[in-house]
């Protein structure tokens, strides 16, 4: 397989800073590698976040609704909690944006919980802390490190449901996490969790903020799922033209 030029010379910049064998790189883009991990960094927005497998890669539509999410946080707001950050991309940028932020963070994989610590040291975010947790399970909101009230909740869930799963490219199958993709079979379990948390007593406060990325075809389902829990919801579209973030509110 030949590669595209770009390719080509991202991989031969990636080679000479790290003295690495430029052949070596090709081959395991040749073998379907994402180009991410082989380079091992993503831009996203203004920072450099390291990325390897098997943490999921930081897409360009997150990076998109989480600057646009940046704007409308109000200056009041202190205390972010991230649901499954991964290599912290969510959290990283919003905390470099607004300074008043300071931002939790947590993933079921301790793989994640290190890159996005490191990631936090490399973009220089002090006001940040990344934990092992899973917050599916029903004693989540009572962990020792989580510091209720929040006043943003985000994540970027797992979200593809069972038969579109087994349809992803090798490129994301064979390499990124299950764990941060499959959002089971009808790939809204994680939103059902969250939506609980959402209206659990003094877990967020009165006039949080909740953003959630969702997949292609889900914005009327999650939607629904946060308005059968009294919350406001409004949709944002993406650059490609697809509803891809929910924003849900507590207050009024
Ligand atoms: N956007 C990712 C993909 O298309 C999915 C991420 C997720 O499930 N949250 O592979």
Same mark, same amino acid.
């Given at each position: ?17 790290? $003295?690495?064998?430029? %052949? ?126 929040? %006043? ?21 199958? $064979?390499?990124? %996490? ?38 292609? %075809? ?35």
């Amino acid at each position: 397989m030949r590669l595209p030029l770009r390719e080509l010379k991202w991989l031969r910049k990636a080679a000479a800073d790290a $003295n690495r064998p430029l %052949d070596a790189l090709v081959r395991r883009r040749q073998q379907g590698e994402p180009l991410q991990y082989i380079i091992g960094t993503q831009p996203f927005g203004p920072l450099e976040l390291s990325v390897r497998p098997p943490i999921l890669i930081p897409r360009p539509e997150t990076e998109h609704w989480v600057i646009e999410l940046a704007a409308r946080i109000p200056e009041s707001a202190r205390h972010l909690l991230d649901l499954g950050t991964g290599s912290g991309c969510i959290p990283l940028l919003l905390a470099h944006l607004c300074p008043a932020l300071s931002a939790h963070a947590v993933d079921v994989n301790p793989a994640a919980v290190t890159l996005a610590t490191e990631n936090a040291a490399r973009c220089s975010v002090t006001r940040f802390r990344a934990f092992q947790a899973n917050f599916l399970d029903p004693d989540f909101h009572v962990h020792a490190m989580l510091c209720p009230p929040y %006043d943003v909740l985000t994540s970027n869930p797992p979200y593809i449901p069972w038969n579109e799963y087994l349809e992803l490219p090798d490129e994301v199958k $064979n390499y990124e %996490d299950p764990r941060a993709l499959f959002g089971g079979p009808s790939g809204l379990e994680f939103y059902h969790a969250i939506a609980r948390l959402a209206v659990r007593e003094r877990f967020l406060s009165s006039d949080a903020i909740i953003a959630l990325e969702v997949g292609h %075809d889900q914005a009327e389902a999650v939607g629904a799922i946060f308005e059968s829990v009294s919350l406001r919801t409004e949709a944002w579209t993406d650059p490609w033209g697809k509803k891809r973030t929910i924003i849900a509110y507590r207050g009024t």
